[in-house]
């Protein structure tokens, strides 16, 4: 078994554990993530809108380690355009310090990397 066939599913499990937790905190209004979106200037319920993408994509990745595979690619897409957007965000619409850029720029490319992995193997 190759060393990507073995760290393709911690990689997704991981993203998938992730970005449950981060839609789940949007979801419920955790303060910091209230005051972060309040910064970037977005409404109350874009704040629910991202949450619940962030959820499922997460919940998508999950379920597609053990049942549907085709559940990790529509999860891992859900994860890059969220996470696009994110970067967009810390570009365009408040002026952040490039390490506000790093987490999402890695959770774009594990995402971009579980979604290639599972289009290649059908």
Known sequence: MSTIVTAIPLV?????????AAGIAKLIGI?????????????????????????????????GLVFAPILAVLGGLL?????????????????????????PAIYLTAGLLVTRFHLLSF
Request: no cysteine; glycine share 14%; hydrophobic share 55%.
């Open 79 to 103: 994860i890059v355009a969220t996470m696009a957007g994110a970067i967009l965000t810390h570009l365009f619409r408040v002026d952040d310090p490039l390490w506000r850029f790093v987490g």
């Open 31 to 63: 303060d910091l993530v209230v005051e972060d979106f309040d910064r970037y200037g977005y409404p109350a319920w874009f704040r629910f809108v991202t949450g619940g993408i962030e959820a499922f994509g997460g919940l998508g990745l999950l379920v």
């Open 12 to 20: 997704q499990g991981l993203l998938g554990l992730i970005m449950l």
